[in-house]
Each structure stands twice: as C-alpha cells, then as structure tokens.
C-alpha cells in the first residue's frame, strides 16, 4: 500500500492504473528481448552457463530500464501523441541502460567471467527493446489516429489543397490528417517549386507549382484552399482567391507573422484572407524575439494609456507575454477598459493587469495614478486621431493630444520613470490639418522634456494602420456590403499601412533604442493609392466594380493627398533594430514654442477654434491656418 502511494505522488495528473499497465508492457518487452538476445546470440541453443546468465540477470535489466524511464520521464509520456522527440527519449533510456552492461561488460575482473554478458547479446536486447517499445507506442498513436478518422466520416471533410509545402505546410498537413474534427480532408499540395513537383511531403503530392491551380482544382475537385506561407505575394493571393472562388472552393491563409510572434503556426490558427494579407506580406522577422524583450520588460510596472484602442490594446496583448509585474490599463471608455481587461485577465487569480478608468486630460486624476501604482515604463497612446472629426473640434484636439502629453511627460520625468514612449503619426509632418499639427507640437514638448530627464523619453512614428476602429478598411467593408457605393476622396490619394499586430511590436521595441528625446520612425514599405485597396476589397469580398462602385468625393478638411514620413531637412539613420530608423528632427526655439503654448492653453479655456489655429500656425512647422471647409458626410477617414 505504501509503494503504492509514492507511484500516486509521483504521478498526480495521471491515472495510477494506465501508467502500472504501461510499465507492465515496458517489462514484458524487457523480458522478452532479453531472452530473444540469447536466442539469436547462440541459434537457439543456449549454453547452460549463459541460460543461468539469463535467469539471474533479468530481474535486474527489468528494474533498471523501468527506472531509468521513470528518472528520464518516459512514464509521463502520452502515447497517442508520440512522436519524434518522445522516440529519442526512448533511444535515450534504452542507450543509458545498455551502456552500463556494456562497461560491466569490459571492466570487470576475469575471475567474474560468469558475470560478463556477451557484447552482442547486449546490442541485440538493445535493439529488441527498443523496437519492441516504439511499436507498443506507435501502435497506440495509430489506434488513436484511426478512432478519431472514424469519429467523423469522409463526406463531413473537405478535400483540401495545400499552397506551400514547406515546414508550416507540413506542419499542418499532419495536424489535420490526424484531427478529422477540424473538416479538412488534405490532398496533396502546390509549391511555387519545380523542383517539388510529382514529390510527396507528409504522404501528400506535390501535384504542380501555383500556376497549376485552377488545372488541378479542376482535377482533384478540392472544396478548400489553404495558404500555409505568408510569403506569397499579395497578387498571388488575390489571383487564387478569383481561380478558388471561380471553382467553387473556399480559401484560407495562416495569419500574419506578428499575428503569431512567437508561436508556432497550426490548423487552429488558419483564417479567412484579409486585406492586412493583400497589403502586407512581405514579412520581416522581429530584430528583438520575445525572450529578448521579456528580459527588459520582465518584472517591470508598465503603464499603457489609450489602452482600449486599437494600437494600446495590442500593446497590451503583447506586452502581456514580457510577463511585467503590473500592466496598468489607463482608457476613459468604460467599454474598451472592460472588454480588453476581460481578454488579458482571462479570469486569472494573479492580478497582474490593471484596469484604470482615467482620462488623462484630468491632471489630478493623472497624478493620482502615478502616486499609487509608480509606473517604470509608459507607452502613451491615448490621442484623438480622426482628422475631419478634429478640424471640428481644433480646441480638443490640443488639449487631448498637446497638453495631456505634456501633463504625462511630466509627470513621468516627476516620478522617475524608466522609459516614457509616445505614439506619434506621419500626419504630424508638414501637417495640414489640426491633429497633425497637435500630434507634431507634442513631439516637441517630449523631445524638450528628454533632453534634461533621467527617464528615456522618445517618440515613435508611424502611419496608418490596417483594421483600426474609424479608419478606412472597415468603413470600405461596410459599404462593400451594403451594396455600395465606396467612397474614396481622390483617385490619387496615397497611404502607408501597417498591420496593428507588427506596428504594436515595433513600437515595444523602438522602447529599447536610442538617446532621450529621439524621435524614431518605423519603416512602413511602400504607399498604397486608396484607390487600389478599394478595388481588392471589392475582389477580396467576392464582388465586382459594376456590382459595387467606386464614387470619388474629393478630399476633405485637413486631408493630404500624401502622406509623408519625414521632413526634407529630417535626417534618417538606421538603428541596430530592422525597419526602426532614427530621425535627427528639425530643431526650434523652446521658448519661443512656450509662448505659444500660453497662447493655446487661452484659447483651449475660452473654446476659441479660431485662437487655436492661429497659435498652432505660427509654430513654423508648415501648418497654415484657414476657415474650416465643411467635414460632414460618412466617408472613410484615410
């Protein structure tokens, strides 16, 4: 009974009784290669001398493996998901074992000859054993395997064909081989190689390279389509997503690379392509991985303003896995605080994330915060952001993006804070309208504060980012979908795109770089004409022009048709961190700049538009003040 107990403690997530009969099996096998060994060894007539060799020593062989496996973890092992590494773990404790009998073998005396196992006696019951416990294994994964098939016929999956027959498409060939409840059903695979054509990978045919597909969607009649690498190019994609849908054939895709950072990718993770997929896939591996960054930020109270929104959130989320010592979730909207606390929490007792209802315009309840929680790092991303909205409302733009910055770089330098990031726009260079302008002046304040602060001020630039709450992609979504018509401001209008996963990751590490005071720009590639992403939403969404027009409506208060990242008199240098360059800004008068804060901070009070606009020209930072132009219509905020 006792040695029973201790086999329980020292399995407590287990059943006791499946793990005895394992081991019961292991012994079995131990037996039975061990006397085959003689058998082979001596062509089935074994001398008296070794036979009594035999009996003596089996117990003993039987013993040692069985605690050699329980010392090397064999015993914890789940046979239906064996594999590769649990097979090693096997050769492992089978060499361990049979590299002892072999040193007993040629290190014992001669007057103990009766002792000495013959060599190829112990090579034989190595081999035996081993073969004997990977098929008791591998058969139990092969039942497995076939029960789950059983469990849900061949007419509920989908023949599925595989774009990518590399480590990502292997990975999730064999992932939905052996989960029938996933509904796909692989076939074989295209590769965008010659050289893999007619080859098998994971049991599957290459049938022929991508520009084989309509051909063989045709022949193997597959009802799905799955992209299984994020290097495709965009009009690749678009043109399997027309060939897919002209054959009736669903199409999926792995998500993005910050959309997994570190994880790896599996058939749980396909999705539906998106437009972030069209506009972005040329992916750059993170200069910093994740153990990198959660030595840095690993321990730390890290502060996020603007937490709900669409950059905060996903600041939130990956900042969540640096594993800090408090994540402070600043949001005003009572909403956006509860949904992304709930996500993060996800009911956990540990309470690490924070929720703080504070608008960071009020200085006292600010203050409040950083005298009870003392924050070490602050990434502020809090802003109004919606450029026609701001031309409306000039007086709340400064005091939301001008002054609540210079209350929290401040407060930060006050309260000697680490590090300090704030989130900057390209709309803030040579800006036209009022949020750019607000958003370039209070690169300014951070820039002034940096310079005679121990805390690591900077501020990082970036333009529009895909999918965020307001901006184009889901207003085009909605309009697609009601038929039409999609507004666009001018057939030439330019912008550059991120998705929020990789702008989010950038900004982390963008913390780590630089002198006080930097203001650091993230690479954005290429500009994109809104035009163009209106029409491959069209397609994305499975309609045409003449089905869902395209209505041009001229640019609006404030808008650019392009956007820029950098002034002509901004030097750019790259930083050790790919797709992070660091701009030498242009420089300016502090208190001359001060002036002019006492001026808006008047007008902000006495809510005069005209005031604020006539201080913020007179910055010199290529903004010029005008009446307003009408703002009202819905139409996409780009």
């Known amino acids: 009974m006792a040695a029973f107990d201790t086999f329980k403690k020292l399995f407590p997530l287990v059943r006791v009784r499946a793990r005895l009969a394992q081991a019961a099996i292991d012994a079995l096998i131990c037996l039975a290669a061990f006397g085959c060994a003689y058998v082979v060894r001596f062509d089935g007539d074994i001398p008296q001398s070794f036979s009594d060799q035999l009996i003596h020593y089996a117990p003993f062989l039987v013993v040692a493996r069985a605690v050699v496996h329980l010392v090397l973890g064999v015993y914890r092992v789940v046979w239906r998901y064996v594999g590769v590494s649990e097979l090693l773990l096997f050769v492992r404790s089978v060499a361990l074992v049979s590299l002892v009998l072999l040193a007993m073998r040629l290190f014992l005396p001669a007057d103990l000859v009766a002792l000495k196992i013959p060599i190829s006696v112990i090579v034989i019951e190595a081999m035996f054993t081993f073969l004997g416990m990977s098929a008791v294994r591998l058969g139990r994964r092969i039942l497995h395997e076939r029960q789950g098939r059983q469990s849900k016929s061949d007419s509920d999956r989908a023949p599925t064909l595989l774009v990518g027959a590399g480590q990502a498409g292997l990975a999730i060939a064999k992932e939905t081989q052996r989960s029938p409840a996933l509904g796909m059903e692989p076939i074989g695979f295209l590769d965008d190689s010659n050289a893999k054509v007619g080859m098998q990978v994971a049991g599957l045919r290459v049938f022929g390279t991508i520009s084989d597909a309509d051909a063989v969607l045709r022949r193997t009649r597959a009802r799905k389509l799955l992209i299984t690498s994020n290097k495709i190019s965009a009009d690749t994609i678009v043109e399997l997503m027309d060939i897919a849908r002209a054959n009736g054939a669903e199409v999926r895709t792995v998500p993005g690379l910050f959309e997994i950072l ?3 990718v599996s058939a749980a993770s396909l999705r539906e392509v998106r437009i972030e997929d069209l506009l972005s896939r040329d992916p750059v ?3 910093m991985s994740v153990d990198e960054l959660r030595e840095l930020y690993s321990g730390k109270k890290i502060m996020v303003t603007g937490a709900g929104g669409s950059i905060g959130s996903e600041l939130c989320r990956q900042l ?3 594993e800090p010592a408090r994540l402070l979730l600043v949001e005003r909207d009572e909403n956006n605080l ?11 007792l540990v309470d690490v994330c924070t929720p703080v209802l504070c608008d960071v315009s009020s200085e006292k309840d600010t203050e409040r915060v950083f005298r009870k929680y003392a924050p070490e790092v602050v990434f502020h991303a809090a802003a109004f952001k919606h450029v026609p909205m701001m ?3 000039p007086y709340a733009a400064v005091r939301n993006n001008v002054f609540s910055t210079q ?8 309260h000697n804070v680490t590090s300090f990031v704030m989130i900057s726009t390209d709309k803030a260079v040579k ?4 949020m750019g302008a607000t958003k370039r002046l209070a690169e300014m304040i951070v820039q002034n504060i940096g310079r005679s602060s121990p805390t690591h001020f900077s501020c990082v630039r970036f333009g529009n980012v895909l999918g965020s709450r307001g901006s184009v992609v889901p207003i085009f979504r909605r309009q697609i979908l009601a038929g039409g018509p999609v507004t666009v401001t001018h057939p030439e209008a330019t912008r550059y795109f991120m998705t929020i996963p990789e702008a989010a990751n950038l900004v982390i590490q963008a913390a780590t770089q630089g002198d006080s005071g930097e203001v650091l720009l993230l690479d954005m590639g290429e500009p994109v004409k809104i035009m163009h992403l209106a029409r491959k939403m069209i397609r994305l969404l499975g309609y045409t022009e003449q089905q869902c027009p395209i209505k041009i409506i001229g640019t609006r208060a404030g808008e650019k048709l392009f956007e820029e990242l950098r002034t002509d008199l901004e030097e750019v240098e790259q930083t ?3 797709k992070i360059f660091r701009v030498h800004p242009e420089t300016f008068d502090w208190p001359e700049i001060e002036l002019i804060l006492q001026r808006l901070d008047f007008a902000v009070r006495a809510n005069d538009d005209k005031g604020v606009r006539q201080a913020l020209g007179d910055l010199g930072i290529g903004y010029q003040a005008s009446p307003p132009r009408s703002a009202s219509g819905s139409f996409p905020a780009v």
């Open 262 to 264: 570190d994880k790896d």
């Open 285 to 287: 591996p993170p200069s």
């Open 320 to 322: 969540m896995r640096m």
């Open 338 to 348: 509860f949904e992304i606390h709930r996500e993060l929490s996800g009911g956990s």
């Open 391 to 393: 031309e409306r409302f």
């Open 407 to 414: 209350r929290l770089a401040q407060l930060a330098h006050e």
């Open 431 to 434: 800006p036209t309208s009022v």
């Open 576 to 578: 050790p961190l790919r």
